[in-house]
């Protein structure tokens, strides 16, 4: 009895991607600090995207250890808080790094706070070449600036290494009409144009990362990372979350 074909490999649609995590999502059901499953299992999905040959960077936020903003509220200099909130990025980064090696994925931390002695510098050519190289490149550090979001360094980055796209992983499906855990009535958009997630203040990433894409036409794709396979199925061109155009 002959077997029935194997199925054909995924082809992926994108070339170069920048992968937006919030700290959060390190967390899984957790309330602080990061879990060692949940890195292992947003590695896994990386691991799986770079087997089809997809080059992949990564920016992550550090909201589940420090909140810069959140300590600006309660009388903190803005300044320092941002700093000790790049340097949670760089926490997570490395625990991502950890996951990342444990696949067999060869990976980079760049931070843009120097710190030699667990991360390379960020330079731009040399980001780009780790791509090349079939290396994943995680971001640490957001920008290295205050009054800058991890959001804005995902699409600062993306821009800097001419990233096709930017995927947004949240724990939604998409973005909505309204908060869709308050109203029930709120429906999904399938396409959305920067100028009305402006305009609407709809909470997909900040102002000023959205401006940033708008000005260079990067799409973004905004998907549910707890979805398991949502990473191969968005690189693989399949109408999965929301996409951000012109």
Partial sequence: MSLPPAAPAATAHYT???LKLSGEALMGDGTYG???DVANRIAS???GIQAMGVQTAIVIGGGNIFRGIAASARGMDRSTADYMGMLATVMNALALQDALETQGVATRVLSA????????????RRAIRHLEKGR????AAGTGNPYFTTDTAAALRAMEVKADVILKATKVDGIYTADPVKDPTATRYERISYLQVL?????VMDATAISLCMDNKLPIVVFNLRTPGN????VSGEAVGTTVTS
């Fill in 199 to 203: 305009q609407d203040r709809l909470q």
């Fill in 136 to 139: 994943v490149v995680v971001f």
């Fill in 113 to 124: 706070i120097e710190m030699r002695a667990v991360a390379e510098p960020f330079i731009r």
């Fill in 45 to 47: 999905e990386v691991a």
């Fill in 231 to 234: 990473v191969r199925r968005v």
């Fill in 16 to 18: 170069r991607v920048l």
């Fill in 34 to 36: 990061i879990d060692a």
